[in-house]
């Protein structure tokens, strides 16, 4: 089949860009998606804003003003958020691949409704709490979910190493809740173990006086050397975190998981099993307490996330996806 992938963010990036630390889940998954469905034998091509350009039989990444010259040459095109674009394909099959709430208002505002209409595609969902947030509009062409997955750098086999036990790592984006556990570690886990260590997604705050530092932006492999020597990753959750693939990561990586389960955190932790997913601020401190005192539920939420292992890869994600294309 001729299948493209169109995303009009004005982020620049190719997929030389997969390690890149400025890479979010969106671009990620465009990138790991379409070159998995491109060694299935398709041919694939990826419009965005790149200024790289690669033009092959099976796999190309152009610049999106391109798409005139490419109007009726898929059989199926996958969109990155946006339906207007599509109405630039002549393809049969059409789909939203979907990684944000749109509300009825926001998709009016941003000129969306129109093109959803004429286009009639069907939208992608990346899980349960993604679908019960969207109106339900935008399922009337139908729709389907799609469990997204870890770079395949996370898959690879760990060597021995020690953990740093009073070490833990905040890996998402700077709000989604991180004020949240800034608070609840100054106010709460500090006053009790003041020599445990929060490493954060960079702010512009100093709060080195409550052992919070900021992390460093590497990229991929340093990243995964700094953060799988920790005791745990904590992550809030928060509304507009729709898969969060940093908590995918961390679990691959053995690595138990603290989280308030907000927006879609719930559906990435299976409490007791590989993290802890707390009531309220009061229960989310605790548990991180918990978790460094207590070395038997560490250790067994440990072991289960190290059976797990593997399991959540692009190659399986993009087998799904080719599932869906094919309905």
Known sequence: MKICFVDTTKLE??????????????????????????????????????????????????NLDRIKNYTNSFDIVISNNDNHILSKFNSKKKFVLSHSILSLEKAFRKKQLFSYFKNRPKYIFLGKYHKK??????????????????DDIFNKPLKKFKINNDHAFFTSRQDRNLDILIDIWKNN????????????????????????????????????????????????????????????????????????????????????????????????????????????????????????RGQNTWLNASKNLMKILKK
């Not at 947030?133 to 870890?150: D, H, P």
């Open 189 to 308: 886990v500090f006053k009790i173990r003041n020599k445990s260590k929060l490493f954060i997604t960079p702010i512009s705050l100093n709060l080195k006086k409550f052992n919070i530092f900021n992390r460093k932006l590497l990229e991929k492999k340093k990243y995964i050397n700094e953060i799988k020597k920790s005791r745990m990753v904590i992550l809030p959750g928060h509304k507009a975190e729709l898969f969060c693939i940093a908590a995918m990561e961390a679990s691959e990586l053995n690595l138990p998981i603290v989280t308030m389960g907000i927006g879609s955190l719930s559906e990435r932790v299976d409490h007791g099993i590989t993290g802890l997913i707390s009531k309220n601020k009061y229960d989310f401190s605790k548990n991180i307490i918990e978790l460094y005192e207590n070395k038997v539920l560490w250790n067994e939420i440990r072991n289960n996330l190290m059976k797990k």
């Open 133 to 150: 947030k969207m109106s339900k509009l935008f399922s009337l062409f139908g729709y389907q979910t799609l469990n997204y997955a870890v």
């Open 13 to 62: 990036y190719s997929f030389k860009d997969l390690n890149n630390f400025k890479i979010r889940g969106s671009e990620s998954s465009i990138i790991n998606l379409s070159q998995k469905i491109s060694e299935f034998g398709n041919d694939v091509v990826v419009f965005n804003n790149s200024k790289y350009e690669i033009n092959k039989h099976k796999y190309s990444w152009l």
